[in-house]
């Protein structure tokens, strides 16, 4: 608790005027033994001083407010006591990019109910009631959902900025089961997990909680649509198939050994290098992080791009995944950060030619989501990707996603030579 008490000093609270005022006379979150008195507009606390805005019993102040912006409150679904952060408090996005809350402790004593504000930081323990009800997962819970990632997943899907990216057509939604959060997203008509069940601990997660998982989604998809669990790693489908569970290959995502990246040495990369080279030569190039005051030049290249592969889709599975990708770009360029996300920009002749996010999967891998490169710049797209490789040196591996099918994707993601392709996998509830 000492440790907690210790995050909440805020430097924002001098020049904030949040805390110790309320909007009605018994909040859900109030000072515990201390009424509140209307003044004016608002319900201040017996022990605030408005005149120098201190608080006149600060060492005997309650827990509530040692340890405000966190507090403890059961979750939506009330199915678990949690610690939360309220992100009403100029601070919580500060805090929320803070590993160290995850290891403050405190008793789960005397939870208040939850508000539209709360960030779920981790559960203190488990009320036993059980329901169906999901709770809402939001862009702001980032810290939660890479809680509970394993160390090394390899997967893009083991990471939040995969689900984040494509907010404009899910809603997202969480739930504890057996220490595990389990992640549904909703679209108009269905619901799916975008990931199986995830597992801090790296425990093997059984068949009994993809079991409640299903029976979650068609309690939500009323047998109108068929639930399922996908991009689940090749050992735990062939778990499932041995429970029972149907489960079939989705995709492959490639993974690449970081390094051969970065130098392309070798006559196996003579003609990346040579592309590369001729970018080199005929332009004055410069390469650098992503910013918001590269969002323009990201949009207007991003269009140009959209509207050349759309004329030239070979078939309606490329068409389709072009159609919505504009949504998903938009929201890395604007909530990079947010999303963990990492962007490169690269210019030439002082035009943006291309542009690249990605996202770290553990400790080992990077993941590279997006790249977009005008291809009448040519090398451009070859170079942004060795610079990328060389500025992730932390990790030994790159994993740059599936093909979705796509021919031409495939041909340039196997002219790097890949080390190996990673299956993924989709699992459909027992007996169907
Ligand atoms: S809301 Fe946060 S920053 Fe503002 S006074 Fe309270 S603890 Fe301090
Ligand atoms: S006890 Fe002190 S810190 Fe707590 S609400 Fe009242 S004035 Fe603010």
Redesign the pocket.
């Known amino acids: 608790m000492e440790q907690l008490i210790r995050l909440?000093k805020?430097k924002?609270?001098s020049k904030?005027?949040?805390?110790?005022r309320f909007p009605e006379e018994k909040p859900n979150l109030k000072p515990t033994g201390f009424k509140l008195i209307k003044n004016k507009e608002v319900f201040v606390c017996e022990a605030f001083d408005l005149k120098t805005g201190k608080c006149l019993k600060y060492s005997k102040r309650p827990l509530d407010c040692k340890i405000?912006?966190f507090a403890v409150a059961r979750s939506p679904d009330k199915e678990n006591i949690m610690l939360v952060l309220?992100n009403?408090?100029?601070?919580?996005k500060e805090l929320n990019t803070n590993k160290k809350i995850l290891k403050t402790k405190l008793t789960a004593k005397n939870p208040i109910e939850w508000e539209e504000t709360f960030i779920p930081v981790k559960s203190l323990k488990n009320t036993g009631i059980s329901n169906d009800l999901l709770n809402e997962l939001t862009p702001s819970d980032i810290l939660f959902f890479n809680s509970f990632l394993p160390g090394n997943s390899g997967l893009s899907a083991f990471s939040f900025a995969y689900h984040f990216t494509w907010e404009d057509f899910f809603k997202f939604y969480w739930k504890l089961i057996d220490d595990t959060l389990c992640v549904f997203a909703k679209d108009i008509d269905n619901t799916f997990m975008p990931v199986p069940p995830l597992s801090s601990s790296g425990r093997i997660v059984s068949a009994k909680v993809f079991e409640r998982c299903f029976e979650l989604m068609e309690t939500q998809n009323k047998g109108k649509t068929e639930s399922r669990i996908e991009n689940i790693p090749k050992l735990q489908a062939q778990e499932l198939e041995k429970a029972g569970f149907r489960t079939v290959k989705k995709d492959e995502e490639y993974l690449y050994k970081r390094k051969e990246l970065e130098h392309l040495s070798g006559d196996k990369f003579k003609h990346i290098r040579w592309l590369i080279n001729t970018f080199k030569k005929e332009k004055n190039y410069a390469f650098k992080k992503y910013s918001l005051k590269h969002l323009n030049g990201c949009a207007d290249l991003l269009f140009k791009w959209l509207s050349e592969k759309r004329e030239k889709a070979a078939n309606d599975n490329e068409s389709f995944l072009l159609k919505n990708v504009d949504k998903a770009h938009k929201r890395a360029f604007m909530n990079f950060e947010a999303l963990g996300l990492e962007g490169r920009v690269l210019y030439s002749n002082d035009k943006l030619v291309a542009y690249t996010f990605g996202v770290p999967l553990g400790k080992n891998t990077f993941c590279v989501m997006f790249e977009v490169a005008d291809h009448e710049v040519k090398g451009a797209s070859q170079y942004i990707f060795m610079k990328m490789a060389g500025e992730f040196s932390r990790y030994k591996y790159f994993n740059t996603m599936g093909d979705e099918g796509i021919e031409s994707l495939r041909a340039n993601k196997m002219h790097y030579h890949p080390l190996k392709t990673i299956p993924e996998f989709i699992a459909y509830s027992k007996g169907k």
């Open positions: 909440t805020q924002e609270c904030c005027n949040i805390c110790c405000y912006p309220d009403l408090c100029p601070a919580a």
